[in-house]
């Protein structure tokens, strides 16, 4: 693990225990019974009943956990422990069946082997991927033929842009690079993404730009058949003064359309 990914696990230990906790997320709500699943992924990757599906980057389980409910026999996979030990003890109390593997993506071989019919990655990831080459690699090996890959995240071209209607009115305007660098963006953030109580402690964090090419030509490179790219004029979280379509996304008031989210599905040979 380098030094970036190190910071960044202990910035997202703080975060999982906050998360799990902020009503943001919603875990009363689903240990009620309700899904965190969008309607993008459910229309676009279908069904997935005693599918073996493997969900990189899971956070702690709720989207694994409802493709559980779904009827896929799921792993999720996540960096950190904290965020781990968070996802097994929601399934105990989900009274669902999950199996969660502590591992940074890059170590996942080793402590992971066999084939899944679904590989897939959604919201909020890619950026935290020093080398999506590698990435792509690794998630295509653990693809049986005729499996998926499926991938559902921010649009690599919106993540340069900043919006904030309050801030300085009703414009985009461009905040970063859009090309990939080897050293990533640096931020440091006294709060998370979502409303917690506290300021945290660990508020450095590292990303890293993708753009369109460095992912869609490792799919290509790693032997799998890219059936769609789906591009979308809404967001899946609020980054600024954005308004909420009231079906988990959100839409710029903005004149002027760009994409927010993207979406890619391809076939192992």
């Not at 009115?169 to 640096?186: A, M, R, S, T």
Request: one cysteine or more; aromatic letters at 14%; proline letters at 3%.
């Amino acid at each position: 693990m380098d030094k970036y990914t190190s910071i960044n696990k202990k910035n997202w230990n703080e975060r999982a225990k906050a998360h799990f906790l902020s009503k943001d997320y919603k875990v009363k709500e689903f240990l009620a019974g309700k899904s965190t699943l969008l309607p993008l992924e459910l229309k676009e990757l279908g069904k997935v009943k005693n599918k073996k599906l493997l969900h990189l980057q899971c956070h702690f389980g709720l989207d694994t956990l409802s493709w559980a409910r779904k009827g896929a026999i799921v792993t999720g996979v996540d960096f950190s422990d904290e965020a781990i030990n968070l996802a097994n003890m929601l399934k105990k109390k989900a009274n669902l069946k999950a199996n969660f593997i502590c591992s940074d993506i890059f170590g996942l071989p080793e402590k992971l082997s066999g084939k899944f019919d679904v590989v897939i990655a959604s919201y909020g990831v890619l950026c935290w991927i020093s080398d999506m080459s590698k990435w792509i690699k690794i998630a295509g090996k653990y693809l049986k033929k005729g499996g998926i890959l499926y991938i559902i995240d921010g649009h690599p071209f919106q993540t340069t842009l900043e919006y904030n209607f309050k801030l300085r009115g009703d414009i985009f305007w461009v905040e970063q690079d859009y090309f990939h660098n080897k050293k990533p963006n640096k931020y440091v953030a006294e709060y998370s993404y979502v409303n917690i109580d506290k300021k945290l402690k660990n508020k450095v964090q590292y990303e890293w730009q993708h753009t369109i090419s460095d992912i869609v030509n490792p799919i290509i490179k790693n032997n799998l058949d890219i059936e769609f790219i789906h591009e979308f004029p809404f967001s899946f979280f609020n980054w600024g003064g954005l308004t909420g379509l009231g079906n988990g996304y959100w839409k710029s008031n903005h004149k002027k359309s760009v994409p927010m989210i993207m979406s890619i599905k391809a076939r192992k040979k």
